[in-house]
């Protein structure tokens, strides 16, 4: 996937995160991020790495973004892999 196919995906991940006050506060608090650091970090490609790694935590968030967006869950993955630091780590 390309950079800024993944950039984009990782944005409606953010917008779905945001509609999600539950879990926006959940992210807000383990990040320290307030709503002027969301808005800014939407042009970064390093914080919208943060935000696919914070969802990607838990199944149960993922698959409820996907259900939501009609994405298949393995693209989220890669536009996780297709940003800054998503590189797969080969032990072998």
């Known amino acids: 996937m390309r950079q800024e196919h993944a ?3 990782a944005r409606d991940v953010v917008l779905w995160l945001v509609a999600e006050e539950d ?6 608090g ?3 991020c307030d709503a002027s ?3 800014a970090g939407v042009e970064s490609p390093d914080f919208l790495a943060s ?7 838990d199944d149960r968030w993922i698959l409820a973004f996907c259900a939501q967006s009609g ?10 892999q297709a940003l800054p630091g998503g590189e797969e780590v080969h032990w072998t």
């Open 7 to 9: 950039q984009s995906l």
């Open 23 to 28: 879990l926006l506060g959940i992210f807000m």
């Open 30 to 32: 383990a990040t320290g």
């Open 37 to 39: 650091a969301i808005r």
């Open 51 to 57: 935000v696919l790694d914070f969802v990607l935590m």
């Open 71 to 80: 994405t298949p869950p393995e693209r989220v993955r890669q536009a996780r």
